[in-house]
């Protein structure tokens, strides 16, 4: 792949930002999979500035977009900082694709993402929103519409800007993180460490999420075995991590299509739970 050195898109480019920032208004929310949450709308969201980083190439903005067709998820409003990561990081490797790699990419983009949204979710959902909300509610308890209004319109006021301001912020940390990565002597070991903090990250994820427990217990006169009990005190959670640990052999190995593993988990657990197994 050749450099495009001539590629001179940074915060300042307010043309861009702008364009980015209605993109991310319009496609944030636009849709939710089960198989890859906020992935689509990520794609969506840089196809809208596909002309700026590969102007008249569809076969890079094809894979550009193929490549962030994964899961993917964060906080939709302070999280436009990973967007705009994510962004900054396209930049560079349009202009340098032999040195910054799709897998750098999205692992900066999953090792970030979690803990955005945790932010994300604590300053918007646990603060902001309530306090809005209980002043909205006193105002609107005699029936006025004063309380909506004001709702509708302080929280815009606050939540835009902040978006508009975390997504720039994210286009310039891509640009000059990149940069300093690529510059540095450090790079690997850098890379290797966001990698690894973004598999902690998706296995607590996993293990956060994923229950399986067994039901299955064996009588001995008038001792009752409990399997479930007897696993979880070798270690807690085995049964729900050798499960993972099957999902990730059949995906890699077997090539099974994440749609046909939803199915055969969701026949498992239906034959299990009928059966008493699970």
């Known amino acids: 792949m050749s450099e495009n050195k001539d590629l001179n898109l940074t915060v300042s480019n307010k043309k861009l930002m702008r364009k980015a920032f209605l993109a991310y208004e319009l496609y944030t929310m636009r849709m939710f999979t089960f198989e890859r949450m906020m992935g689509p709308n990520m794609v969506s969201f840089l196809l809208a500035v596909k002309d700026e980083l590969y102007p008249g190439d569809e076969a890079k903005q094809r894979e550009m977009a193929v490549n962030h067709c994964v899961f993917f998820n964060t906080q939709p409003t302070l999280g436009s900082i990973v ?5 900054g990081l396209e930049i560079e490797r349009a202009k340098k694709p032999d040195e910054v790699s799709n897998d750098m990419i999205q692992s900066i983009k999953t090792a970030i993402a979690a803990p955005v949204a945790g932010i994300g979710d604590t300053i918007a959902q646990s603060l902001i929103i309530p306090i809005l909300l209980s002043i909205a509610i006193g105002m609107s308890s005699t029936g006025s519409t004063l309380g909506w209004w004001f709702f509708v319109i302080v929280y815009s006021a606050i939540m835009y800007p902040a978006a508009y301001f975390m997504l ?10 990149a940069e300093k990565l690529l510059g540095s002597d450090v790079k690997d070991r850098v890379v290797s460490a966001i990698e690894t903090l973004g598999i902690i990250v998706v296995g607590g994820v996993v293990a956060s999420i994923a229950n399986i427990s067994l039901k299955l217990s064996f009588v001995n006169g008038e001792m009752t075995v409990d399997v479930q009990k007897i696993l979880d005190s070798i270690m807690p959670g085995i049964v729900s991590l050798l499960g993972a640990f099957l999902v990730f052999y059949l995906f890699k190995n077997k090539h099974v299509k994440p749609i046909m593993m939803m199915l055969y988990m969701l026949i498992v657990a239906a034959v299990c739970y009928f059966a008493g197994i699970m």
């Not at 720039?168 to 993180?177: A, D, H, N, R, T």
Request: glycine content about 26%; charged content about 15%; aromatic content about 6%.
């Open 83 to 87: 967007w705009g990561v994510v962004l």
């Open 168 to 177: 720039k912020l994210g286009v310039s940390m891509g640009i000059e993180g």
